[in-house]
């Protein structure tokens, strides 16, 4: 079954770079979460969105913007990063907004 | 502010026991997800319930919402070491009724030795 697709899956920055995640959810998913996984910690919510609208918002720093495109895909873009940005950064999409999110690989974000 | 509250945080059992661990919330909400983890990989939905007393079961993992008491369970009945992961739960940030944000909680350490 096809799964939730993120690319890149590795990602080395600079600190005061920017970066750009992207995420292409299940066929039919018409619904994305952002969440943002620290070394050791539980996931944080960042973001989401629901047919194009932005739909939650969690402790996404300022620096961060997301967006979600007509073909449902999203795009998390961070910017100034900071060496505390380094994590995980899982995306999640479902069928209809409120059912069970399904996640993917994630991409594993280094900034130096 | 809603809390999600794991225990143990850290789990070391023998292969053929059972444990549980436990997951209080603070919300209202009458949803709860339970999540495996392996390192550095993705978050595996293991179990969705929805309401109160909802059971649900899968091989040796089974899992129990509490609405009233605010309480899920997920046992864990003789374990064998492929169980070993990091196990979350979650609740719906608000009612979940939109497309809200999940909040975990720390995540219970399982390790499962011979």
């Known amino acids: 079954a096809a799964g939730v697709i993120q690319s890149p899956r590795h990602l080395i920055k600079e600190k005061r770079e920017t970066a750009t995640l992207k995420c292409y959810p299940i066929p039919r998913h018409d619904t994305v979460y952002w969440y943002q996984q620290g070394p050791g910690q539980d996931p944080q919510f960042l973001i989401s969105f629901y047919e194009k609208m932005q739909s939650d918002k969690g402790s996404i720093p300022d620096r961060f913007s997301a967006q979600q495109f007509s073909d449902y895909h999203s795009e998390l873009n961070m910017s100034s990063l900071e060496l505390g940005d380094s994590a995980l950064y899982f995306c999640a999409s479902s069928r209809f907004a409120g059912t069970e999110a399904f996640f993917g690989q994630g991409t594993r974000l280094t900034v130096v | 502010e809603l809390k999600v509250e794991q225990n143990p945080l850290f789990l070391s059992m023998q292969e053929g026991k059972n444990y549980t661990i436990y997951c209080n919330y603070s919300t209202t909400s009458d949803r709860l997800y339970w999540y495996r983890q392996d390192p550095g990989k993705s978050l595996e939905s293991l179990f969705v319930l929805l309401s109160n007393g909802a059971v649900k079961q899968e091989g040796r993992l089974m899992a129990s919402l509490d609405t009233k008491a605010r309480l899920s369970t997920l046992h864990i009945t003789a374990a064998v070491h492929d169980l070993s992961a990091t196990y979350f739960c979650?609740?719906?940030?608000?009612?979940?009724?939109?497309?809200?944000?999940?909040?975990f909680g720390k995540g219970t350490h399982l390790i499962i030795q011979p």
């Open positions: 979650a609740v719906d940030r608000y009612s979940g009724g939109g497309a809200d944000g999940l909040t």
